[in-house]
């Protein structure tokens, strides 16, 4: 079972759409989950942190973890055209501290 | 606000060479990682350094790879002789704490013919 899954998509939406971005993970132990984005051609850029389970908002973003499902979300509201960008899940190793991450989702946002 | 910067931003390399790829993480990190994207595939870790030695490596960085900071500032990874299979993006990262965010850098596309 891979660690960490996440559908690759491609997922195209229309402008102003709540997005809903999604990954599974296998180790229950896992503790700390991010949300990156990436544009083609460019470095992973960090979105948003979690720590634990719960939800955390950072203006039109929200992140939720679900650790009784090992299930973690990425939420866009208003969803805008400059959005559209390849989303990567992570997850830190709790030992060692690498970042394992998923397949990433691409996103179209069409004006 | 500080970030990390790789160079080059491309290099193309003949199957065989030696390549040296350049980091410079944030100044007060004291973590740094590699991380490598083949094209379509996921960012997969490479290796982590700590206190001037590799803490964590995983299975892809073999005897052919090696990671040194050879002053206060830079980072680099070094593949001794190119293989075809290590044509991806290379992104170097950094973190202040274990637990702290990684930061990456713009990556540096490596073509092998």
């Known amino acids: 079972q891979k660690e960490v899954e996440q559908d690759p998509g491609p997922l195209s939406v229309p402008e102003g759409a709540i997005v809903s971005l999604n990954c599974t993970y296998s180790n229950s132990a896992f503790q700390y989950f991010m949300w990156y984005r990436q544009y083609s051609r460019k470095g992973p850029e960090l979105l948003m942190y979690?720590?634990?389970?719960g939800n955390k908002e950072d203006g039109r973003f929200t992140a939720q973890v679900d650790k009784s499902s090992k299930y973690i979300s990425l939420f866009i509201r208003d969803s805008q055209p400059s959005d559209s960008a390849t989303y990567l899940c992570a997850i830190r190793d709790n030992q060692g501290g690498k970042l394992i991450f998923g397949q990433g989702t691409e996103l179209s946002v069409k004006p | 606000e500080p970030e990390v910067t790789q160079t080059p931003s491309h290099q193309v390399t003949q199957m065989g060479q030696e390549v040296i790829l350049r980091c410079v993480p944030i100044?007060?990190?004291?973590?740094f990682y590699w991380y490598r994207q083949i094209l379509g595939q996921k960012v997969e870790f490479l290796v982590s350094f700590y206190n001037n030695e590799i803490s964590e490596k995983s299975e892809i960085f073999d005897d052919q790879f090696s990671v040194e900071r050879p002053d206060g500032s830079n980072f680099t990874l070094k593949i001794r002789s190119t293989k075809l299979e290590d044509s991806a993006m290379y992104f170097c990262?950094?973190?202040?704490?274990?637990?702290?965010?990684?930061?990456f850098g713009p990556g540096t596309r490596l073509t092998v013919l």
């Open positions: 979690t720590y634990s389970s």
């Open positions: 990262a950094s973190s202040g704490q274990l637990t702290d965010t990684q930061y």
């Open positions: 100044s007060n990190h004291l973590y």
